[in-house]
């Protein structure tokens, strides 16, 4: 499989045969994912591996998909991480800051960045993956179990493993939908639109499992209606990122 229909063939997996992944196999997607650029370059991020059992389970309930880690091959937490640059500066006599608006962004992008080379390392080892935003279900309790300290916390867990099934790729919006030239234009979005909710509402009734009828625009309006997790500004604020 060449690079661009790897990218192309991304599909979530939430089941596994439960065959565990190598340290050797680790460590190289590690390695590979490092690999991503970095605003920089100050590689805001850090990644925990979770072979303990009893924390991996705990994970599951914290982040409400106790399913995901069950027979993964093996699970990850990756973390915006300002801790290790703060020891940098420490080093040079600097307290270097960490709590503005700015470097919270850095970080984000950072991680994403970092991970999303780990996917697509792990896809090309013939792994599939699954992201957990649920992580972000209860970030302090989280970061208690993983002793992080001020200055890092959870983006979303991760469980990669060899999948029991392939899903189908679910169609992406079209290219004209997110492509402006020139300028923005939110006039052609209504008619772009509905062709995709069309193209969705025929891809859940005919997949091969979990067939159901929706489109996307409605799932969006259901999903967005009310503020998801409130509690996460006053959690960064414990973390050291005050928004400053």
């Known amino acids: 499989m060449d690079t661009r229909e790897l990218l192309r063939s ?25 690999m991503a650029a970095s605003s920089h370059f100050v ?25 995901q880690f069950q027979t993964a091959g093996a699970s990850f937490l990756f973390c915006v991480d300002f801790k290790r640059l703060q020891v940098a500066g420490q080093k ?16 984000v992008a950072d991680v994403s960045l970092f991970a999303q080379n780990f996917v697509i390392a ?31 916390f959870p983006l979303f867990a991760m469980t990669i493993g060899t999948p029991t099934k392939r899903n189908e790729t679910k169609p992406r ?20 639109l509905d062709e995709y909710d069309a193209t969705m509402e025929s891809y859940y009734a005919s997949r091969s499992a979990n067939q159901k009828m929706a489109t996307w625009t409605k799932q969006m309006a259901d999903y967005l209606i009310e503020q998801k997790r409130p509690f996460i500004k006053d959690y960064l604020a414990q973390q050291g990122f005050t928004w400053k």
């Open 173 to 192: 919006l079209p290219v004209a939908a997110i492509l402006h030239e020139n300028s923005y234009d939110v006039m052609k979005y209504d008619a772009l």
């Open 92 to 107: 040079h006599g600097t307290n270097i800051v960490t709590d503005s608006a700015e470097n919270l962004l850095v970080g």
């Open 10 to 34: 991304h599909s979530s997996v939430r089941k596994y045969t439960g065959e565990q992944i190598s340290r050797e196999i680790v460590i190289d997607l590690i390695e590979t994912a490092q």
């Open 43 to 67: 590689q805001a991020y850090s990644v925990i591996w979770i072979t303990d059992e009893d924390k991996k389970k705990k994970l599951g309930e914290l982040s409400k998909n106790e399913f």
């Open 122 to 152: 792990a896809e090309a080892h013939g792994y599939g993956i699954c992201y957990i935003g649920g992580a972000r279900n209860n970030p302090a309790e989280i970061s208690e179990l993983f002793s992080l300290p001020e200055g890092v």
